[in-house]
């Protein structure tokens, strides 16, 4: 027997419940599609104008946000964007959520200063190198680490989720 289970926009449902973000709860609460609005609030276009383009930009928005894409890493992936544009879609995203903004800021201190973070369930990770005296090496620090809360938390998730399905069997 094969099972297939999807677990639609997890991450992003995690990102809602960690940063408390009213805006993004929201839409999952409706069952509304955030990509579609998402792309409504960075084009500044109501829900039913989004067109299957910007819905998929502003996929690449929603994940590469929580990975910690810059402006230019993300006019690098969505299509025929300028860097100050791909600037602006970020604003505009965080303005459109703020909670995560928060959330993705307070997980950057938290690096900082303690060296690790913690995710839902309390399994830490450690980060040594956001102590680094190398600017690089120190990002990469503070962006692995504001996905790790996400992630990790989607991995226990879906393991627990199996675990329990396998009882069932």
Avoid: C, W
Avoid at 41 to 50: E, G, N, Q, R
Avoid at 51 to 65: E, H, L, Q, Y
Avoid at 124 to 133: D, G
Wanted: aromatic content about 10%; glycine content about 4%.
């Amino acid at each position: 027997q094969i099972i297939s289970a999807d677990y639609s926009q997890i991450e992003l449902r995690i990102v809602a419940h960690l940063a408390k973000d009213k805006n993004m709860s929201e839409t999952f609460l409706k069952g509304e599609d955030i990509h579609t609005k998402t792309a409504s609030a960075v084009f500044d276009v109501t829900p039913d104008k989004v067109t299957p383009d910007m819905r998929r930009d502003a996929k690449v928005i929603n994940f590469g946000i929580l990975y910690g894409l810059s402006s230019f890493g993300l006019s690098a992936r969505v299509s025929e964007v300028s860097q100050g544009s791909a600037k602006d879609f970020i604003d505009k995203y965080f303005a459109a959520y703020p909670d995560v903004h928060a959330f993705l800021e307070k997980t950057k201190m938290q690096v900082r200063e303690q060296g690790f973070v913690v995710n839902e369930i309390g399994r830490i990770r450690k980060f040594p190198e956001a102590q680094s005296s190398q600017y690089f090496i120190r990002q990469a620090a503070e962006r692995a680490a504001m996905n790790f809360p996400i992630q990790s938390t989607n991995a226990d998730i879906i393991k627990k989720a199996m675990i329990e399905i396998h009882k069932l069997l």
